[in-house]
């Protein structure tokens, strides 16, 4: 059975920082791409960044330059440090194993009925101005 732990989400103020930390188990974890997804109230699931099996990365636009994913696969972990917070970045974040990577047109009002992936119970983080 696979599980992903996800931990490190708190209430902040803008400007600040947060490290989101994700603990897989139950799967071959090196060989699977995994992402950061976040759920804001009344807003469909959106992708925050992933990163591929073989270290390459993604970021939506509005957290380039803030936000840094990592992964270490000798401890089957997934990173999310997010700097310079912004109020718009509230919401609840979930770590997945991205079954279909960035699939083309597809939206999901909630990020657990993303059916291609694999999913942690999510995390909340609150920025506040």
């Known amino acids: 059975e696979v599980q992903l732990v996800e931990s490190g989400g708190g209430s902040v103020q803008a400007g600040g920082s947060l490290r989101l930390s994700c603990t897989v188990s139950?799967?071959?974890?090196?060989?699977?791409?995994m992402g950061w997804y976040r759920q804001a109230p009344g807003s469909n699931c959106e992708l925050v960044s992933d990163?591929?099996?073989?270290?390459?990365?993604y970021y939506t636009n509005s957290v380039k330059g803030r936000f840094s994913i990592s992964r270490d696969n000798a401890n089957n972990m997934v990173h999310l440090q997010m700097n310079n917070l912004k109020p718009e970045d509230t919401g609840v974040y979930y770590c997945?194993?991205?079954?279909?990577?960035?699939?083309?047109?597809?939206?999901?009002?909630?990020?657990?009925?993303?059916?291609?992936?694999?999913w942690g119970q999510g995390t909340q983080v609150t920025v506040s101005s």
């Open positions: 997945a194993v991205v079954g279909v990577i960035r699939p083309y047109g597809r939206i999901w009002p909630r990020c657990i009925d993303n059916e291609y992936n694999q």
């Open positions: 990163i591929d099996s073989g270290g390459n990365t």
């Open positions: 139950g799967i071959s974890f090196d060989g699977n791409d």
